[in-house]
């Protein structure tokens, strides 16, 4: 058995991104079930988690926040002004906490709870399966052994990359965050096609999946750039090099670059929003 490396963590929000971070530290042995707490108001939802991880959950946050030396903000944007009013000044100074909570600021997350431990983090969706990338960055009052273990609760979930500016966190939101979405979009496009010259939709799936599996896992082995890539197998006259003519024809580096940035613009714009209490209407007189 690996030793344990946390002693204790809880998750405010026991969603998926929380699972998904549950079941990577349990597979990696990177705290006990004992020690992990969440707090989930839905009642279903508490029992389910709790029977397939054998792990505590209360609808309680203040309880959660008090058993766990690193605590894990899993909620979703929309509900980020209400629990940092609940839970304001009740962490205490050597507690670290983790958002992953698309543009949740460090600065709101450190004003709302009044503590300045913060780790702020972009994972991704194949994190579910062991698979994801997660970028990060820290406030200076993380102590190196803090940043040990948020890096241990990143690498349970896959890879990690840790940048020292907030500002690269907009930046993967749009790249590595939403990147799964297009990516599955290509895959849709592609087997749609494959169906449509006559394939079985069965067939398509598989035959698209296990081409852009090994095409990833090629470029990533091969350490070439992947025009150099694409130029390995575009024949002069031939299919490639019909294909990419229809899709630089239609654009689709410029509509790729145009989502990414789009996805930023939207990244940003959540960072000047979430978390923040709406001004009060004012009372007619």
């Keep these: 058995m690996m ?5 204790s963590i809880a998750f405010i929000g026991g969603g998926v991104m929380g699972e998904a ?5 349990l597979n990696r042995q990177t705290v006990a079930a004992s020690g992990i707490t969440v707090s989930e108001p839905r009642d279903k939802r508490r029992a389910e988690i709790e029977s397939r991880y054998h792990i505590h959950t209360t ?5 959660a926040v008090s058993t766990g030396e690193v605590v894990v903000f899993s909620i979703k944007p929309q509900v980020l002004s209400r629990v940092l009013s609940e839970l304001k000044a009740t962490l205490r100074p050597d507690q670290l906490v983790v958002s992953i909570i698309a543009g949740g600021r460090i600065a709101t997350l450190a004003e709302g709870l009044a503590h300045q431990a913060i780790v702020r983090a972009m994972p991704n969706t194949p994190a579910q399966i062991g698979e994801g990338l997660t970028v990060w960055t820290a406030t200076p009052h993380v102590s190196d052994a803090q940043r040990e273990h948020a890096r241990l609760v990143f690498q349970s979930l896959g890879k990690e990359f840790f940048f020292d500016d907030e500002k690269y966190l907009d930046m993967a939101t749009a790249v590595s965050g939403t990147g799964p979405t297009y990516t599955f979009l290509v895959l849709e496009a592609l087997i749609d096609a494959a169906v449509h010259l006559g394939f079985s939709r069965d067939q398509a799936h598989d035959i698209v999946i296990e081409t852009m599996r090994g095409s990833i896992l090629f470029a990533q082995q091969s350490g ?8 390995m197998v575009t024949s002069p006259g031939g299919t490639s090099a019909e294909a990419i003519y229809q899709m630089e024809k239609g654009s689709l580096r410029t509509v790729l670059s145009k989502a990414v940035w789009a996805a930023y613009q939207k990244s940003r714009l959540l960072g000047e929003t979430v978390g923040k209490a709406e001004p009060r209407k004012p009372v007619d007189a």
């Design 21 to 25: 971070m549950i079941q990577g530290l």
């Design 224 to 231: 070439k750039h992947p025009a150099e890539l694409r130029n």
């Design 59 to 63: 609808a309680d946050n203040r309880a």
């Design 3 to 7: 030793e344990t490396k946390l002693n």
